[in-house]
C-alpha cells in the first residue's frame, strides 16, 4: 500500500541544536524564538512549530516541526537532497531582515537548513475522528497561560520477515478502528528523505501537557483513566494489539520522545516577505 493523496500534508523534522558551548540557555534560546524568531518568514503553505523533548530519548532537546500542506509545495522549496530550489532562494534575496533575523538564530543554535539532521515523513494515516483540531501548536495571550500542544514522536520498527507492504496494507485496512483519548490524535509517518528512510513514526498530537498526564502522567505509567477508556473501547486496544504482531508501538523499549511546544512562526506563507 502506498499513500497517494497528492493533497496530503507533507511532515519535516530538524533536530536542532543550541550553542551550550557559548553559554546559550535553553530559556534565552526559547525567548528569541518567541520574540524574534518566529517572524521570519515561512515558504507559502509551510509553518513550523519549535518543540523541546519534555521525557524520553531527546529530553531537554530541540527539533523544528514543520507541516507543509502537500508534497508540491515541500518540492517547489526543498530539493530531495536537502538543498534549496532557485524558488527558495529567490525567497530568501527578497527578504533581507528575513535573512538578519536568522542570522541571529544562528548565533544561538541551529536553524532548519543542512547539515542539521532531518527527515520528511508523508502520512500514511490519521484519525479524523480526533477531538484535536487543526490550529496552532503554541499561542500566548496576554494575561493566560500560554497554549502549547505536545507531540510524541514514537519510532516504529518492522518485525523479522515482515514487509512494508504487510505492514502498510494492515495500516490502510484498519487504522479506522482508532479511537483516541480525548484531546490526543494519532497519525502515523513515514520517512520517504533525509535520515531516516523508509521508517515509520506515529506522531501522536496532545492539545495540552494536562491532556496528557491525564492517561500518562509518567512514561509507560498509565492510570485509572487510560484503563477505563481501554476497556470503554475494545476493538481499538484490539487493534494495537494485532499492529503489535507486525512492528513494535508505543512505550519501552520503543525509542521515542514526548515534545512540549514552546513556539510557532508567526509569518508563514506571506508572499510579501517581512
Excluded at 533536530?15 to 525567548?31: H, L, P
Excluded at 536568522?102 to 508523508?122: K, N, V
Excluded at 496552532?136 to 515482515?162: K, M, T, W
Excluded at 509517518?189 to 491525564?214: H, P, T
Aim: aromatic residues 12%; charged residues 25%; negative net charge.
Amino acid at each position: 500500500m502506498k499513500h497517494t493523496d497528492a493533497s496530503a500534508p507533507v511532515f519535516s523534522l530538524y533536530y536542532i541544536a543550541i550553542d551550550t558551548e557559548a553559554g546559550v540557555t535553553n530559556a534565552q534560546f526559547e525567548q528569541f524564538v518567541r520574540e524574534k524568531g518566529c517572524q521570519i518568514p515561512c515558504y507559502p503553505g509551510w509553518r513550523w512549530t519549535l518543540l523541546r523533548g519534555l521525557r524520553g530519548e531527546r529530553a531537554g532537546q530541540f527539533l523544528m516541526l514543520y507541516e507543509i500542506e502537500n508534497a508540491d509545495l515541500r518540492d517547489r522549496y526543498l530539493r530531495a537532497d536537502g538543498n534549496l530550489t532557485a524558488l527558495a532562494r529567490q525567497f530568501w534575496r527578497d527578504r533581507p531582515h528575513a535573512q538578519q533575523l536568522l542570522r541571529e538564530w544562528q548565533q544561538l543554535g541551529t536553524f532548519s537548513a543542512l547539515p542539521t539532521i532531518y527527515t520528511d515523513y508523508r502520512l500514511l494515516a490519521e484519525n479524523k475522528k480526533s477531538t484535536v483540531i487543526d490550529g496552532p501548536r503554541y499561542r500566548e495571550r496576554p494575561g493566560e497561560e500560554p497554549e502549547a500542544r505536545v507531540i510524541g514522536i514514537h519510532n516504529l520498527a518492522l518485525r523479522p520477515d515482515v514487509e512494508a507492504a504487510t505492514f502498510e496494507t494492515f495500516i490502510a485496512e484498519n487504522y479506522q478502528r482508532i479511537e483516541d483519548y480525548p484531546d490526543w490524535k494519532f497519525r502515523l509517518l513515514k520517512g520517504e528523505r533525509g535520515n531516516r528512510l523508509d521508517q515509520y513514526v506515529v506522531m501522536m498530537e496532545i492539545a495540552s501537557l494536562a491532556a496528557l498526564d491525564v492517561f500518562y502522567p509518567e512514561p509507560d505509567i498509565a492510570t485509572d483513566q487510560a484503563a477505563i477508556f481501554a476497556k470503554a473501547h475494545r476493538d481499538t486496544k484490539q487493534m494495537y494489539e494485532e499492529l503489535k504482531q507486525l512492528a513494535s508501538f508505543s512505550g519501552a523499549p520503543q525509542i521515542y520522545t514526548d515534545y512540549l511546544a514552546v513556539a510557532e512562526s508567526q509569518s508563514c506563507g506571506n508572499e510579501q516577505g517581512v
